[in-house]
């Protein structure tokens, strides 16, 4: 191909995919501007409560497995 056809193409193509890239931050979690964005699921009030919910619940979980580990393991589990 020419190169008076070649370079202007590569050139609009680069600058296509620049604007797209700075139109596209949602994929990294965060908005994207305006027209074009959205607020991300994860960062809505009811997502938000529901994995604090989620997270406080596997908290206890967890704590309470550790007690009963600890529990077991003591000088009474040793005797029997």
Do not use: N
């Amino acid at each position: 191909m020419l190169d008076r056809l070649t370079l202007p193409l590569i050139v609009a193509a680069a600058a296509a995919v620049t604007l797209l890239a700075m139109q596209w931050p949602q994929g990294y979690g965060a908005r994207s501007i305006a027209p074009f964005g959205h607020i991300p699921v994860q960062q809505t009030p009811e997502m938000k409560a529901t994995m604090k919910l989620e997270y406080d619940q596997a908290m206890r979980r967890q704590a309470e497995a550790a007690k009963a580990i600890a529990g077991t393991s003591g000088p009474a589990a040793a005797a029997q």
